[in-house]
């Protein structure tokens, strides 16, 4: 493994700015397409959630092992002719299926998520390398988890990430995503619990950032479900199907937020 440093000496140490994050929020209610808004949200509130989530990542055989090899995510999720070769029913035709549907890719992400960082200064550390890790898995948790794009499947695989890699930044935005969201939907729709259940089942299940991508993507999707601990979704399709039940499509009620 090359040498490379656990966090640049000429980094500033992270903290909390409460009110910066809620301008950032509020901003983002303003102008939902603006989602570069939810990135300076969540590193105003997230203090050293990072830190601690690399160390406890670097102190396993997985995250070691990760970090020896120091695969470009982008690069690898975004060879759909590679992953085209996934057998039928394997978490990688999972992906693709949901990518292409989505009109998604992994660059695409890293440009949203630069719009944000474009003015920050970049390190050649081990704590950037693991922010980025985190940032590319992303739409694999969508599929891991079954959580839809909808604002409710997003709040939820938030909830996800929460329990997973702790993160008050994380957790204030699923929080209050859901809040909005619960104004959307028909009376008495367990819109928190299901942000709340999202949480439950990150917690209880085995860090898919520890994952080998390739073979994960080979992997069939219902084994790696079980293997991970990953549970359904059951509280977000009750949601939905309550909005079902009321005369609206959740999808199409849920995606203009």
């Known amino acids: ?52 989530g690399l160390e406890k990542f670097a102190a396993t055989e997985q995250g070691k092992a990760r970090i020896s090899e120091r695969r470009d995510l982008v690069a690898l999720l975004d060879d759909h002719e590679t992953i085209a070769k996934c057998p039928a029913g394997s978490v990688g035709a999972a992906y693709l299926e949901f990518m292409r549907r989505e009109g998604l890719s992994a660059a695409g992400l890293v440009e949203e998520y630069n719009r944000f960082n474009k003015d920050a200064e970049q390190f050649d550390d081990l704590l950037e390398w693991f922010g980025n890790r985190l940032r590319d898995t992303h ?52 819109v928190m619990a299901a942000m709340g259940e999202g949480k439950r089942h990150g917690k209880i299940a085995q860090w898919v950032v520890l994952e080998d991508i390739p073979a994960l993507l080979a992997e069939p999707l219902d084994a790696a479900r079980k293997r991970l601990g990953i549970l359904p979704p059951t509280t977000y399709e009750k949601v939905h199907e309550m909005f079902r039940q009321a005369g609206q499509e959740p999808m199409e009620v849920l995606a203009a937020e």
């Open 1 to 52: 493994m090359n040498t490379i440093e656990l966090i640049h000496p000429d980094r500033k140490k992270p903290r909390m700015r409460p009110l910066k994050a809620l301008g950032h929020f509020r901003n983002l209610i303003a102008d939902k397409e603006d989602t570069a808004q939810v990135f300076y949200t969540i590193e105003a509130l997230n203090g050293q959630a990072l830190l601690w």
């Open 139 to 190: 739409d694999l948790l969508h599929v891991l988890t079954g959580y839809g794009r909808d604002a409710l499947g997003e709040v939820c695989v938030l909830g996800f990430s929460h329990g997973q890699m702790r993160g008050l930044g994380v957790k204030f935005v699923a929080y209050m995503g859901a809040r909005q969201i619960k104004k959307l939907a028909p009376r008495g729709a367990p």
